[in-house]
């Protein structure tokens, strides 16, 4: 069970950081940009280097001129709030949209969504992407910021599942961690250094006396080039020092020392240079990552403020305009970094204030997480308590729980006690990451402030500034409740705080509603309750699809239809299962539409309409990863494995069970039927009795055993290994101890009304009933089961026991056709078996191939469909047309159609 999340919103997204910033060249540089435009572009391009080497305005200036009607190239410069997953993407694809705008079609509806992963979005971008016809290039500027291990795996997965025509370019202080070398000796990776970015000696001449305007001696110019080493940030910083110098040769003589010397010393000299007012202005809004006139003028105070910006532009002092309309700027990092450094030397105490000025107009203006950055920055742990409660809303649906968990952790412990709201967004972060220490206590901390009977211990009066999320307290208590008792696997308590949560919540809470019914729904199907479990995930698919939830619709839809079938009530969960596909449709591959086609898959199994089967499992394959829960992968092997075994075809059916139990993996749903309990099955139709029985004592199981739901499964299991083992031996007593425990099971199953179990025991009964020589009771059970199994088309159940019960079958009426059809699928000398024999001497590929020999498919098309060379087709035909006998296409089609294939 996921936890149910809401859509996402179109979050504010900064539209400069989208852009390539619009810097003046400085000298051109073919050199350089030759490299870049190499014609066959690697997936990795990495411009590397310490800061002041001049990668953004290198790469701004080829993204300008590589972008034309063949190639789109994209931009994003990441800042330290990228470090959000969620934050992340939404700029990557928001980026991506701006120069090729059907990018991220199937992956944006995914992010808005808290029910998709990361992951899931990761991959349905790549999907997008694979569909472009255009060649795509995409720049992050700035990586170094990111310090995230998850994300970097994430860019590492989102790098080596690039389609060949998308291309990653990356500029960065320093390397990010990812398999360089494996890349370097692919030959997938293009890298740019400090190296190859200083300036040459002719580069720095034409710099200083052209570009600058200098007028400097060959003589200084080369002992310049030697002091700076081509460092192209001293290099501006000592021309923007030595303009109206008279003494040019002796100031260049008169610094020396490593890079970061160098910097303060020429960054002091060009502030000494500087007016008074324009020298305030540059250490007062050095502490802002961003520069507008307006946020300029909130925190100088200083009305000339975006005049001031357009001088230092135009005076070119580190002023790097943002946009087109030169509204926003900021510093080159080295020379903000300077900047701040002495400001604190300076005036230290001014510092806190310029901050909480900043947060209080990013707070007017609707940017949380600066103000809230800037509030941290002055030390205002109380405003940014304030602000963090006010964004709580805003954070849940935009899904920035790790900016959430963020700034929580930076408050003091002491903040939470008091601020209800607070407290359970820390709650909810917690729970978020599957932590539960300390919970408890963070509830009743907060349930002292809204329950009367608790409030007797409390001091005066909360402290609450959304009044809204206050008032949501009570369900929300509530609910986490229900989650830890779940975790702790008490189903009662689970129960009553779900129950609680509908009590509380109001009728137009669709969300609210549809988790606690979602809540409440596991823990009845936990403990065997069926029916009613079904009505409450009827009632919170119903709660989800009014709240336009969609993967909250699916994920409930694939438990209520997994409670259907084993309700017996294989109609309706197809309907259930085909009615969330169509709740997906408007949105592609969404997380859970691989699930319903799997649920499909099963129940088609069941009626033994194996073709369809494997055409709906094909398809949940075919719509990749990012489009099924953490179940679908194992749950879609099982069902193969029972393909494979109704074929004959045992040793795949482990081979396929083995692969099913790694990838194992319920996602909270009750583990009804376990992997090792569905290998027994298999064995023991390959007649190995004692692996079986093996499989049981490692299980400690026995007839004796208190009968649950949630063991039913392995129970009638070991009825089945119990009345083989009689077989097999002559044992009575194993007899007498299968026939009790199914008399126990049968009981049980019929309380529940769950008539899956309720068919399969009746046809086991009928076995032990022959088996003692009651051929009247033999008969009379397995009519039984044959009526209950008719309505909703049960086949397999009834013949997954052959040859044990098949001559029974024979000895029941004709008449009824449903018991035709049974017999059929369990005919000997019927097409199944004929086509049996033949599954063992053709490869899985054979009959991949030997399907499409039917199709109007030619050969290369063929060889395509299966991503196979022609060559290889040939082989695989050649195979078939001798293992059938055949001469021909046409006559090898005809064949497989005899023999039932």
Same mark, same amino acid.
């Given at each position: 069970?996921?936890?149910?999340?809401?859509?996402?919103?179109?979050?504010?997204?900064?539209?400069?950081?989208?852009?390539?910033?619009?810097?003046?060249?400085?000298?051109?540089?073919?050199?350089?940009?030759?490299?870049?435009?190499?014609?066959?572009?690697?997936? /990795?391009?990495?411009?590397?280097?310490?800061?002041?080497?001049?990668?953004?305005?290198?790469?701004?200036?080829?993204?300008?001129?590589?972008?034309?009607?063949?190639?789109?190239?994209?931009?994003?410069?990441?800042?330290?709030?990228?470090?959000?997953?969620?934050?992340?993407?939404?700029?990557?694809?928001?980026?991506?949209?701006?120069?090729?705008?059907?990018?991220?079609?199937?992956?944006?509806?995914?992010?808005?969504?808290?029910?998709?992963?990361?992951?899931?979005?990761?991959?349905?971008?790549?999907?997008?992407?694979?569909?472009?016809?255009?060649?795509?290039?995409?720049?992050?500027?700035?990586?170094?910021?990111?310090?995230?291990?998850?994300?970097?795996?994430?860019?590492?997965?989102?790098?080596?599942?690039?389609?060949?025509?998308?291309?990653?370019?990356?500029?960065?202080?320093?390397?990010?961690?990812?398999?360089?070398?494996?890349?370097?000796?692919?030959?997938?990776?293009?890298?740019?250094?400090?190296?190859? /970015?200083?300036?040459?000696?002719?580069?720095?001449?034409?710099?200083?006396?052209?570009?600058?305007?200098?007028?400097?001696?060959?003589?200084?110019?080369?002992?310049?080039?030697?002091?700076?080493?081509?460092?192209? $940030?001293?290099?501006?910083?000592?021309?923007?020092?030595?303009?109206?110098?008279?003494?040019?040769?002796?100031?260049?003589?008169?610094?020396?020392?490593?890079?970061?010397?160098?910097?303060?010393?020429?960054?002091?000299?060009?502030?000494?240079?500087?007016?008074?007012?324009?020298?305030?202005?540059?250490?007062?809004?050095?502490?802002?990552?961003?520069?507008?006139?307006?946020?300029?003028?909130?925190?100088?105070?200083?009305?000339?403020?975006?005049?001031?910006?357009?001088?230092?532009?135009?005076?070119?002092?580190?002023?790097?305009?943002?946009?087109?309309?030169?509204?926003?700027?900021?510093?080159?990092?080295?020379?903000?970094?300077?900047?701040?450094?002495?400001?604190?030397?300076?005036?230290?105490?001014?510092?806190?204030?310029?901050?909480?000025?900043?947060?209080?107009?990013?707070?007017?203006?609707?940017?949380?997480?600066?103000?809230?950055?800037?509030?941290?920055?002055?030390?205002?742990?109380?405003?940014?308590?304030?602000?963090?409660?006010?964004?709580?809303?805003?954070?849940?649906?935009?899904?920035?729980?790790?900016?959430?968990?963020?700034?929580?952790?930076?408050?003091?412990?002491?903040?939470?006690?008091?601020?209800?709201?607070?407290?359970?967004?820390?709650?909810?972060?917690?729970?978020?990451?599957?932590?539960?220490?300390?919970?408890?206590?963070?509830?009743?901390?907060?349930?002292?402030?809204?329950?009367?009977?608790?409030?007797?211990?409390?001091?005066?009066?909360?402290?609450?500034?959304?009044?809204?999320?206050?008032?949501?307290?009570?369900?929300?208590?509530?609910?986490?409740?229900?989650?830890?008792?779940?975790?702790?696997?008490?189903?009662?308590?689970?129960?009553?705080?779900?129950?609680?949560?509908?009590?509380?919540?109001?009728?137009?809470?669709?969300?609210?509603?549809?988790?606690?019914?979602?809540?409440?729904?596991?823990?009845?199907?936990?403990?065997?309750?069926?029916?009613?479990?079904?009505?409450?995930?009827?009632?919170?698919?119903?709660?989800?699809?009014?709240?336009?939830?969609?993967?909250?619709?699916?994920?409930?839809?694939?438990?209520?239809?997994?409670?259907?079938?084993?309700?017996?009530?294989?109609?309706?969960?197809?309907?259930?299962?085909?009615?969330?596909?169509?709740?997906?449709?408007?949105?592609?591959?969404?997380?859970?539409?691989?699930?319903?086609?799997?649920?499909?898959?099963?129940?088609?199994?069941?009626?033994?309409?194996?073709?369809?089967?494997?055409?709906?499992?094909?398809?949940?394959?075919?719509?990749?990863?990012?489009?099924?829960?953490?179940?679908?992968?194992?749950?879609?092997?099982?069902?193969?494995?029972?393909?494979?075994?109704?074929?004959?075809?045992?040793?795949?059916?482990?081979?396929?069970?083995?692969?099913?139990?790694?990838?194992?993996?319920?996602?909270?749903?009750?583990?009804?039927?376990?992997?090792?309990?569905?290998?027994?099955?298999?064995?023991?139709?390959?007649?190995?009795?004692?692996?079986?029985?093996?499989?049981?004592?490692?299980?400690?199981?026995?007839?004796?055993?208190?009968?649950?739901?949630?063991?039913?499964?392995?129970?009638?299991?070991?009825?089945?290994?119990?009345?083989?083992? $009689?077989?097999?031996?002559?044992?009575?007593?194993?007899?007498?101890?299968?026939?009790?425990?199914?008399?126990?099971?049968?009981?049980?199953?019929?309380?529940?009304?769950?008539?899956?179990?309720?068919?399969?025991?009746?046809?086991?009964?009928?076995?032990?009933?022959?088996?003692?020589?009651?051929?009247?009771?033999?008969?009379?059970?397995?009519?039984?089961?044959?009526?209950?199994?008719?309505?909703?088309?049960?086949?397999?159940?009834?013949?997954?026991?052959?040859?044990?019960?098949?001559?029974?079958?024979?000895?029941?009426?004709?008449?009824?056709?449903?018991?035709?059809?049974?017999?059929?699928?369990?005919?000997?000398?019927?097409?199944?078996?004929?086509?049996?024999?033949?599954?063992?001497?053709?490869?899985?590929?054979?009959?991949?191939?030997?399907?499409?020999?039917?199709?109007?498919?030619?050969?290369?098309?063929?060889?395509?469909?299966?991503?196979?060379?022609?060559?290889?087709?040939?082989?695989?035909?050649?195979?078939?047309?001798?293992?059938?006998?055949?001469?021909?296409?046409?006559?090898?089609?005809?064949?497989?159609?005899?023999?039932?294939?």
């Amino acid at each position: 069970m996921s936890t149910p999340g809401e859509p996402l919103p179109d979050a504010p997204l900064l539209e400069t950081k989208l852009h390539a910033p619009r810097r003046r060249s400085v000298v051109p540089r073919p050199r350089v940009a030759a490299r870049l435009q190499q014609a066959d572009a690697p997936p /990795l391009t990495l411009v590397s280097a310490p800061a002041g080497f001049g990668k953004t305005t290198l790469l701004a200036e080829w993204t300008a001129s590589a972008s034309h009607d063949e190639v789109a190239t994209a931009w994003l410069s990441l800042d330290a709030g990228d470090n959000d997953p969620a934050v992340f993407w939404s700029y990557v694809i928001a980026a991506l949209r701006t120069a090729v705008p059907e990018a991220g079609a199937t992956a944006l509806p995914l992010l808005r969504s808290a029910q998709s992963p990361i992951d899931t979005v990761v991959t349905a971008l790549l999907h997008d992407l694979s569909r472009l016809s255009i060649e795509v290039v995409l720049v992050l500027d700035d990586y170094h910021v990111i310090e995230s291990h998850d994300l970097h795996e994430a860019v590492a997965f989102f790098l080596d599942h690039l389609p060949p025509h998308v291309h990653l370019v990356l500029g960065s202080r320093a390397d990010p961690p990812f398999a360089l070398g494996r890349m370097r000796a692919r030959g997938d990776l293009l890298e740019i250094r400090a190296a190859d /970015l200083r300036f040459t000696a002719d580069e720095t001449a034409t710099y200083l006396n052209q570009t600058m305007g200098l007028d400097i001696t060959p003589s200084d110019i080369a002992v310049l080039d030697a002091r700076t080493e081509g460092w192209i $940030a001293a290099l501006q910083l000592a021309a923007l020092s030595m303009r109206d110098r008279s003494d040019v040769s002796g100031f260049i003589a008169g610094f020396a020392g490593d890079d970061r010397f160098i910097v303060d010393y020429l960054a002091d000299e060009v502030l000494q240079r500087q007016t008074d007012d324009i020298r305030s202005f540059l250490l007062e809004t050095s502490i802002l990552s961003r520069l507008t006139g307006p946020l300029c003028r909130a925190v100088t105070g200083q009305a000339d403020s975006k005049a001031t910006l357009e001088l230092l532009e135009r005076s070119n002092l580190f002023l790097v305009p943002l946009d087109d309309r030169r509204t926003w700027y900021r510093y080159h990092q080295l020379f903000a970094d300077v900047l701040r450094a002495r400001l604190l030397d300076e005036a230290p105490d001014s510092v806190g204030g310029l901050h909480r000025r900043a947060s209080d107009w990013y707070a007017e203006n609707g940017d949380r997480a600066e103000a809230i950055g800037h509030a941290f920055a002055a030390e205002d742990v109380h405003r940014a308590a304030e602000l963090i409660e006010l964004a709580v809303p805003w954070i849940r649906r935009t899904r920035q729980e790790a900016t959430m968990r963020t700034w929580l952790d930076a408050l003091p412990d002491d903040m939470f006690p008091p601020r209800p709201v607070l407290t359970i967004a820390r709650v909810g972060a917690l729970m978020g990451a599957g932590e539960t220490a300390g919970v408890e206590l963070l509830l009743r901390s907060v349930e002292r402030w809204i329950e009367p009977s608790q409030h007797a211990g409390a001091s005066g009066a909360p402290i609450v500034v959304d009044r809204d999320e206050f008032a949501r307290l009570r369900p929300q208590v509530a609910m986490y409740r229900a989650g830890l008792a779940l975790l702790a696997g008490d189903v009662t308590a689970t129960i009553a705080h779900a129950e609680r949560v509908l009590d509380l919540s109001g009728p137009a809470d669709h969300f609210g509603r549809g988790a606690a019914s979602a809540l409440t729904g596991l823990a009845y199907w936990s403990t065997g309750n069926l029916d009613a479990a079904r009505r409450r995930y009827a009632e919170a698919v119903a709660c989800f699809v009014d709240a336009d939830f969609v993967p909250d619709v699916l994920g409930c839809s694939l438990a209520l239809g997994d409670i259907q079938t084993a309700q017996g009530r294989l109609s309706d969960a197809v309907r259930t299962f085909e009615t969330g596909l169509k709740h997906a449709a408007p949105y592609g591959a969404l997380r859970g539409t691989a699930d319903m086609h799997v649920g499909l898959g099963e129940v088609l199994i069941e009626r033994n309409e194996l073709g369809a089967a494997i055409a709906h499992l094909d398809l949940s394959d075919q719509l990749g990863g990012q489009a099924g829960s953490p179940q679908k992968a194992h749950r879609r092997l099982v069902a193969l494995a029972r393909i494979r075994q109704a074929e004959g075809d045992l040793a795949t059916a482990l081979d396929l069970l083995d692969d099913a139990e790694r990838a194992y993996n319920t996602d909270y749903s009750p583990a009804v039927r376990p992997i090792p309990a569905l290998k027994a099955r298999v064995r023991l139709a390959g007649g190995d009795v004692d692996a079986a029985l093996r499989w049981a004592a490692d299980h400690r199981l026995s007839g004796d055993d208190e009968l649950t739901y949630i063991h039913e499964f392995e129970h009638i299991t070991l009825a089945r290994t119990l009345l083989a083992h $009689a077989k097999d031996r002559g044992d009575a007593t194993a007899l007498g101890e299968a026939t009790a425990l199914l008399d126990r099971l049968l009981a049980a199953a019929e309380e529940g009304d769950r008539a899956g179990s309720v068919i399969e025991i009746l046809v086991l009964l009928a076995h032990a009933h022959h088996a003692r020589g009651d051929l009247p009771a033999a008969t009379s059970t397995l009519a039984r089961a044959v009526d209950r199994a008719e309505p909703e088309g049960y086949v397999r159940v009834l013949v997954d026991t052959e040859p044990l019960i098949v001559p029974l079958l024979r000895t029941l009426p004709h008449g009824n056709q449903h018991l035709r059809r049974i017999l059929a699928a369990a005919n000997p000398s019927g097409p199944t078996r004929a086509s049996t024999a033949l599954v063992d001497e053709l490869s899985s590929r054979e009959l991949d191939v030997l399907r499409l020999l039917r199709s109007d498919l030619s050969g290369p098309d063929i060889a395509r469909e299966l991503l196979v060379s022609l060559n290889t087709l040939r082989t695989h035909t050649k195979n078939i047309y001798a293992k059938l006998g055949a001469t021909s296409r046409r006559d090898a089609v005809r064949r497989a159609g005899e023999l039932g294939l």
